[in-house]
């Protein structure tokens, strides 16, 4: 049987991760833990929990021996427009993070699923259908955070053996927890202004388009991928997966199919801009369908009209 830890579990893939995780492994076997000392009030309180500050390698080790962990779910990291406002603080957490984590799976025999980004590309990378295998020179520190990991996650399982295993998330929309300080959190914080106030202003312009995922997809594709045959996995550390790609444009139009009112004005930041000009447009996914199966059910119309059904009795407009 399973015994799983959870990094970073209170940030907007954990809150919802770990709960899916207790479902299907028991809630005894699934082990949250983030840097917070308190559990907000919200679906993980009562679970287990422990406070593990990734960059301190004792703390990861002393709960991996103590629940006799069998797999590391790594989720602690700083995101994009964060990572650009403190970057010497992101390559501390998210490489000092990662490469403490692979040591703690490597000495107690335990395998390891994290997340790479579409923030692992750059400016020179193919921007329209996006390969699974092309250049790859990211110009944010999350990026670079980003490919570095996905290398070393390599290294770490071609070296020592240790079971790696990851994709790149495209930006992820949900409603249980709101995102961690992305360039893609636009598109979660829109679905919460048109609710309560039919508008919304974007610091993205129109016309960037990049992709995205509802959560109960990438939750799927992460459990899926854990499950995974490993004898047909060749790329292992960085399964590019999307379900979607739009613009702000595109999301306003469809929010309007529900909200007729709904207004989009813009505000565009240029350090964000900047970041979401460096991405793709849109990713070919076609390798983690063939080595794993990953299907996403979510479009940008079953989303919307998910987010909003849901964000309504969450907000209760
Ligand atoms: P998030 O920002 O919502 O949550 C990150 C969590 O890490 C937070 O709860 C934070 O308290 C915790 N944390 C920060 N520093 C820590 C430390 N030193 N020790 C322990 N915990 C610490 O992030 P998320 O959106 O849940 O992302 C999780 C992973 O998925 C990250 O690696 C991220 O790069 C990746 N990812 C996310 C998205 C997305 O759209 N959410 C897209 C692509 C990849
Ligand atoms: C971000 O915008 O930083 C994240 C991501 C796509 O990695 N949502």
């Not at 809150?15 to 005894?28: H, M, P, W």
């Not at 306003?252 to 007729?260: G, S």
Request: aromatic residues 10%; glycine residues 6%.
């Amino acid at each position: 049987m399973k015994k799983l830890l959870l990094t970073g579990a209170l940030g907007q893939i954990g809150t919802e991760l770990t709960t899916a995780l207790r479902k299907a492994y028991g809630e005894n076997n699934v082990v949250a833990s983030d840097i917070h000392p308190e559990i907000p009030d919200g679906p993980l309180r009562g679970g287990l929990y422990e406070v593990v500050d990734v960059v301190k390698p004792k703390q990861i080790a002393d709960v991996v021996k103590k629940y006799q962990v069998t797999d590391i779910i790594h989720l602690a990291a700083l995101l994009s427009a964060v990572g650009e406002a403190k970057p010497h603080l992101a390559w501390e957490v998210n490489m000092g993070g990662l490469f403490n984590v692979l040591e703690v799976a490597r000495e107690c025999g335990a395998a390891l699923f994290t997340p790479s980004s579409i923030a692992a590309f750059g400016p020179s990378t193919p921007a329209d259908q996006t390969p699974q295998d092309t250049i790859q020179r990211p110009t944010t520190m999350y990026g670079v955070t980003k490919v570095a990991g996905e290398l070393l996650c390599d290294y770490y399982y071609l070296k020592y053996g240790v079971d790696t295993r990851g994709v790149r998330f495209p930006g992820l929309i949900s409603y249980e927890a709101l995102p961690g300080g992305g360039t893609t959190d636009y598109a979660v914080h829109i679905f919460y202004e048109a609710l309560k106030h039919q508008s919304y202003t974007s610091y993205i312009d129109r016309g960037t388009y990049m992709d995205m995922m509802y959560m109960p997809d990438a939750i799927k594709a992460t459990m899926q991928l854990l499950e995974a045959d490993p004898q047909k996995l060749i790329h292992r550390n960085a399964f590019n997966v999307t379900a979607m790609s739009f613009d702000p444009e595109a999301l306003a139009a469809e929010i309007r199919q529900h909200i007729p009112t709904f207004s989009l004005s813009y505000k565009v930041d240029p350090v964000r801009q900047n970041i979401a000009n460096s991405w793709p447009n849109s990713l070919d996914d076609s390798v983690a369908r063939a080595e794993w199966g990953f299907k996403p059910e979510y479009d940008l119309a079953a989303m919307t009209k998910d987010m909003l059904t849901q964000l309504k009795i969450k907000l209760k407009v």
